[in-house]
């Protein structure tokens, strides 16, 4: 499928390089999935005093974009389950200092159902690092204001097949007011299906407005985007985010654009699964000195 040529123009224009990660046991690789960590005191849970698990190491130095650390050291409660940057059971480290030290014994976690799940306490090795090119992402949002701006982004049905929706509110005939939100499809008589349904009851007020499904809305663009990348979420550092799911966090509580810092999809290799072979997501704050450090979110797929 292509795009309208200045749309693709603009896709083009904002092509990036990323690091593409692949953790196979690889001399010299300084990025690692599990197993020990180079830290000063091997972090515990600030919410069940369990040691976290250390899930990864990355060497941020190989991003092609300038990124504010240049390492990080990312641990995770596997009773508490957080989901994302807000909840409790995490523990992030920046700086590659300190002393490497073994993973202790995985904490009795395990039984705790959760998003993220340890398939193996054994590491999955060090990675392999290859740039590419990257587009952005699938949900870019800046994309969509630019979609929307230009009108280029065509409404398109929803998924149950009604194109309109229909707000009605009804006075029944003991006095009580019913307010009903009803989806119509294309072929439905408006003024025949109204009809119907006031029978004995006033109607107090009514509206229609074309229904959208907002996941369908961006569709044409999304495609060809994932066209581009080939359709897969995938490790790397720096580039674009682009994940299976709408991002949770656009942006930071300063005001602040959030910029990808790294993607760790859950794929064979890795020693642990987020939902269904999901991914785990880092974005840092844009503007310099803004002391919200680290947003992160497991994307289930
Ligand atoms: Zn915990
Ligand atoms: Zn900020």
Known sequence: ??????????????????????????????????????????????????PLYHLL??????????????GLAFFYCLSCAPSDHRDCGWHAGFSTGGVYQPQPPVPDQSEQP?????LTDQAAGLAEVRMGADWPGTFDPALRRRLIKAGEAAPAPSRSGADRLLRLSLREPNGEVIDLQIGLTP?????EFVKVMTANRTIVSMSVEPLMDPTDYFSPYRDRLSELRGGMVVSKIGGWQDGWQEPRFHRCSCGGSLEHVATIASDGVCPFVVGDSGALYFMGCSKPGCGEELFWWLDYT
């Open 1 to 50: 499928m292509s795009l309208p040529a200045a749309l693709e123009r603009y896709v083009q224009n904002r092509t990036r390089s990323a690091a593409y990660l692949t953790f196979a046991a690889v001399p010299g690789g300084s990025s690692q999935l599990g197993g020990g960590a180079v830290v000063d005191r091997w972090p515990v849970c600030t919410g069940c005093g369990r």
């Open 57 to 70: 190491t990355l060497d941020l130095t190989v991003a092609p974009q300038p990124l504010p650390a240049p």
């Open 114 to 118: 959760g998003p993220l799940v340890l």
């Open 187 to 191: 072929a439905t008589n408006v003024d």
